[in-house]
């Protein structure tokens, strides 16, 4: 990744909560994340006795922009986290460029962009510290594990510390000098990963080829919005994911999913069923007992809705998502392709 520390841990939530806890934040401080993630990338900030905070997202990438990013800023954001949703990356230097105006943190969550890149950086090495998972679906895997990667030492040093129950190896007089778990890594998985980092570069190409591929394929469906790289970005394709237009594709994702599956094409609709701040454990902060302190301080973090998280709902509304990995051959995305273009005729001609 080009960072001059890596720290292996046992999950990429170890490895967000790892970052998280390198920052010493305070109660009651605010961090800014997306609500479409994995919930193991959030529940580390209320751990911390932060305030997760959600930002709005770009209703075609799904990710946070620099835009939604500064709206949900306060005088007690502490740290922002910019996730690359299935592998598209953020617009990583626009919002590092946004924090380091105002000294504030950026945590890259590379969990499924492993080798992107926006403008010629790999993404996690563009903010303080980035995180990854080896989650059994993820690019590198090590069945589960994580690892989080920082430019600054001093940063590298508390997460190594806080993986390792706030213990100071190598240190003249180690001693437990902080909080920490253990979140350490396996060496037998350390001994998988390591393995696998040799066939990390083919395994990406091989993703980006078949994505290429059925881009080809589908560019010319109405109502069909394809993940396309940004400009200047590469695309490392943990999914491929449509953007289905209800208005044009009668039923949308919902409707076009389940004639995918009966064609024997798995995928899923809307990714997660519901944005993170509509979920229960935040909707009702006292199922964090002693932690719900955190949600009585001062915030602006008072989750949302349709009306102040417009991008989210019409992302998740229309989202699409096709499993992907590195194993399909030609003829299996060319059995895709035409199973989508099959079940959007279906669909498209029963409305006309």
Not at 181 to 194: C, D, F, H, K, P
Not at 281 to 288: K, L, M
Not at 289 to 305: I, K, T, V
Not at 313 to 342: H, K, M, S
Request: charged content about 20%; some cysteine.
């Amino acid at each position: 990744m080009g960072a001059a520390t890596a720290v292996a841990c046992n999950s990429g939530s170890a490895a967000i909560h790892a970052a998280l806890g390198a920052l010493g934040l305070q109660p009651g401080d605010e961090v800014i994340t997306t609500p479409i993630t994995d919930m193991g990338a959030v529940l580390p900030i209320p751990y911390e006795g932060a305030v997760p905070v959600f930002a709005d997202v770009d209703p075609q990438t799904g990710n946070v922009t620099p835009t939604t990013v500064a709206a949900r800023l306060t005088p007690r954001t502490a740290a922002v986290i910019v996730t690359h949703l299935f592998g598209q990356p953020a617009e990583t230097r626009a919002i590092a460029r946004l924090c380091a105006e105002r000294g504030i943190p950026l945590i890259e969550d590379a969990a499924q962009a492993f080798l992107a890149t926006e403008q010629d950086r790999l993404v996690s090495s563009i903010g303080a510290l980035g995180c990854f998972s080896f989650q059994q679906g993820k690019h590198l895997t090590t069945g589960e594990g994580g690892m989080v990667v920082s430019a600054d030492r001093a940063l590298a040093d508390g997460v190594a510390r806080f993986v390792n129950k706030g213990w100071g190896y190598g240190d003249a007089a180690p001693d437990h000098d902080r909080p920490g778990l253990n979140y350490r890594l396996t060496e037998l998985q350390a001994a998988v990963g390591l393995a696998q980092l040799d066939k990390l570069d083919g395994c990406v190409a091989r993703r980006r080829r078949a994505a290429a591929r059925a881009l080809d394929g589908l560019g010319d469906l109405p109502g069909i919005t394809l993940p396309h790289p940004r400009p200047g970005t590469e695309h490392s394709y943990w999914r491929f994911a449509l953007l289905v237009d209800p208005e044009v594709v009668p039923g949308g994702p919902d409707a076009l999913g389940a004639l995918l599956r009966d064609l024997g094409v798995g995928n899923a609709p809307r990714y997660v069923k519901k944005p993170a701040f509509d979920c229960a454990v935040f909707r009702d902060p006292a199922r964090f007992g002693a932690l719900a302190g955190a949600f009585a301080a001062p915030s602006s973090a008072r989750f949302g809705d349709r009306t102040t998280h417009p991008g989210c709902y019409r992302f998740l509304d229309r989202v699409l998502v096709l499993p992907w990995n590195e194993q399909l051959t030609d003829a299996q995305v060319d059995g895709i392709v035409a199973a989508v273009r099959r079940a959007h005729a279906a669909l498209c001609g029963a409305h006309r």
